[in-house]
């Protein structure tokens, strides 16, 4: 247990410090050193410490006044202030500014031994309290299933959703990349009848023509060159539950008229096979485009495009929430703490007023990859203002730089918003996939699908 | 042949405990230590020749030993010392920088460990131990701080000796054993220095 609690001992002194240093060490703690005030505080801007111990006269930064700055910065970092004049003086101001504690050099063996016991115990005790709190707090925060929101434009969807989930017709949902219509696909399938059926989904976007009919249709022995076994499709599989289809825009003509009869006739027939095969499921598609355009230029089916379109789901893209960026960040901020083990504790105000003037043109998935990003790369236990300066190099383009450089940047980036979809990119662009594979070529851009 | 005879030889001393008694610190005092890391260690210790006690770690100030500084010579005058662990044994009052007195201090992991008998002798109470429980207690000083140069940290089982005692009231609690889990890292410890041990 004592090797999960860490300890800073600071005191200029070199004998006293390495005295205590080995000492608590011999106790399994995880100790580290500072041999002043200053250095005390570079340490404990790198990690968090459970207990500090502090000397109160210090030649470079006085012991009280460093006191000040931990209980100000880091209120759950435990203090004993440790002194060898016996100044009672110094020792009731200490106490009156925080500390927990204080021990006069040398101190009694079982008075050492009892106070890091016991300090460690409480801190134990904070610790649990303040993970409880952590928990309480998320639960509390306005959610819907996995999707975090407080803004009247969330509570309008969440209700929305409500209403959707008790139904069984289809689903579209509309949406910008990144806003996360797939967690709404899922949290109606959860509030939904067919909760304890699969929820399958497919990316049309990812899949050529015929790879998606197989996906989707299955297949039998010998339909096709590599047909060596008959394969269940995603319309089988997801009996009793709900299909999700995302990137629906990007379904070809012909494959939205086997799609239509499906939904028109509840069964199907594999690739390459004459059995009918009856199907039952929820039918909740996505997309991004703007489908009617599509319907007008002749990429899209009408009838399809109804068919799918009984109930319509709009996600609002996070500029028009503004409000719930700083949820949304310390959410992502939790869990990434969590994954990645860094002892990041929040973000400042600056930071927060960063994030929520962003634009956000990929959407709660831009904000998420971002901090990530910032807690991944952070030096300190509070992420600044510094900490997201990358994004104010995208907004801001504040050096001058060639067009061609410009263009890469910009291929770059709509790219990792498509995560890699030349289609969609290509789309987004408004150049052909062959004009984007020639610039990614010519770039050099790397991990494009 | 000779030589062969001085390699065993030499080899053997490599996984033996060597005992120091300095100053004037009693023979049965220490005879009963090198005999308790025997038993309990399960490792050979040899008695050394006894050494003086200098003026070098003495504090007047305090009237103590330093255990640091202590160690920190024993470890420059022991290093030709074929022994793999030294475990010196004084009768004087030995204190640390921070701490007002310790009843033995050690090398986390490395060489040289000291104990001493100081403060044994009396109960809390100012009444005299007796003969027997004093150098009961001695020994285990003795095994926790030789548990310490083997890599052993401080136990939460009040029982084991390895767990802190502050006082002859905490190690009157303490048996003459370790703990099961002590003895695991133990034997751990052992198996990696090539060494069997009892643990």
Redesign the interface.
Same mark, same amino acid.
Request: charged content about 15%; glycine content about 4%.
């Given at each position: 247990m004592a090797g999960r609690f860490k300890i800073l001992v600071t005191d200029d002194e070199l004998i006293v410090r390495e005295s205590l240093v080995a000492w608590l060490k011999k106790g399994g703690y995880q100790v580290d050193a500072a041999s002043g005030g200053r250095g005390a505080l570079e340490s404990l801007e790198r990690a968090a410490y459970d207990l500090v111990f502090l000397d109160i006269k210090m030649p470079d930064m006085n012991g009280i006044d460093v006191l000040k700055v931990v209980k100000q910065r880091y209120p759950g970092t435990m203090v004993v202030m440790i002194t060898a004049y016996g100044s009672v003086e110094d020792a009731v101001e200490a106490m009156k500014l925080g500390a927990n504690d204080y021990l006069m050099k040398p101190f009694e063996p079982e008075q050492l031994a009892l106070l890091v016991e016991k300090l460690l115990q409480h801190k134990k005790l904070i610790d649990e309290n303040v993970l409880l709190r952590e928990q309480m707090a998320t639960a509390a925060v306005e959610r819907y299933q996995d999707m975090i929101g407080a803004s009247p434009a969330m509570q309008a969807l969440f209700e929305m959703l409500e209403k959707v989930a008790a139904v069984d017709s289809p689903v579209l949902i509309k949406g910008e990349t990144g806003t996360g219509k797939e967690l709404v696909a899922k949290a109606i399938h959860a509030r939904s009848a067919r909760r304890y059926g699969p929820f399958i989904a497919i990316n049309c976007g990812a899949f050529t023509e015929s790879l998606l009919e197989s996906e989707l249709f299955g297949h039998e022995v010998g339909s096709f060159t590599g047909a060596v076994k008959a394969k269940k499709g995603r319309l089988e599989l997801v009996r009793g539950g709900t299909l999700f289809l995302d990137e629906v825009g990007e379904i070809p003509m012909k494959m939205q008229v086997d799609l239509l009869r499906v939904l028109e006739e509840r069964r199907i027939h594999r690739v390459g096979g004459t059995r009918d095969i009856p199907v039952d499921f929820r039918l909740i598609s996505a997309t991004h485009r703007d489908l009617s355009k599509a319907m007008e230029e002749g990429h899209f089916r009408r009838d399809f495009y109804f068919r799918l379109n009984v109930v319509e789901v709009e996600v609002p893209p996070l500029r028009a929430r503004r409000e719930d960026i700083p949820v949304l960040a310390d959410f992502f901020l939790r869990r990434f703490r969590k994954e990645t083990n860094k002892p990041v504790e929040g973000l400042d105000k600056k930071a927060v007023e960063l994030l929520c003037a962003y634009e956000w043109p990929g959407n709660v998935r831009e904000l998420e990859n971002a901090v990530e990003r910032a807690v991944v790369l952070a030096k300190g236990r509070i992420l600044t203002e510094d900490d997201f300066a990358f994004l104010k190099r995208t907004v801001g383009a504040v050096e001058p730089r060639s067009l061609e450089e410009m263009e890469r940047l910009h291929i770059q980036r709509i790219l990792a918003l498509c995560r890699g979809n030349i289609s969609q990119a290509a789309r987004i662009l408004k150049i052909n996939r062959t004009t984007l594979h020639h610039k990614i070529k010519k770039y050099g851009i790397p991990g494009s699908a | 042949m000779a030589e062969d005879g001085d390699a065993v030889a030499l080899a053997g001393v490599r996984t033996t405990i060597g005992v120091v008694p300095m100053g004037d610190v009693g023979e049965v005092a220490v005879r009963i230590v090198a005999a308790h890391l025997q038993t309990v260690l399960g490792l050979p210790a040899d008695v050394l020749e006894r050494r003086p006690l200098g003026e070098a770690s003495y504090v007047p100030d *305090?009237r103590q030993h330093d255990a #640091?500084k202590l160690i920190a010579l024993l470890n420059a005058c022991s290093a030709p010392w074929p022994h793999f662990k030294i475990l010196a044994v004084v009768s004087v009052d030995l204190?640390?920088?921070?701490? *007002?007195?310790?009843f033995g201090e #050690?090398q986390?992991g490395g060489r040289c460990a000291v104990v001493s008998g100081y403060r044994l002798r009396r109960n809390e109470d100012g009444t005299d131990a007796g003969l027997e429980l004093y150098y009961e207690r001695l020994a285990k000083v003795a095994l926790h701080e030789a548990g310490?140069t083997l890599s052993l940290?401080?136990c939460?089982d009040p029982r084991c000796l390895m767990h802190?005692a502050?006082?002859t009231k905490?190690l009157d609690r303490i048996r003459l054993f370790f703990c099961p889990r002590c003895a695991f890292l133990l034997k751990e410890t052992l198996k990696h220095l090539g060494l069997s041990g009892r643990p």
């Open positions: - | *305090r #640091a204190g640390v920088p921070i701490l *007002r007195f310790v #050690a986390m310490h940290f401080h939460e802190f502050a006082s905490h």
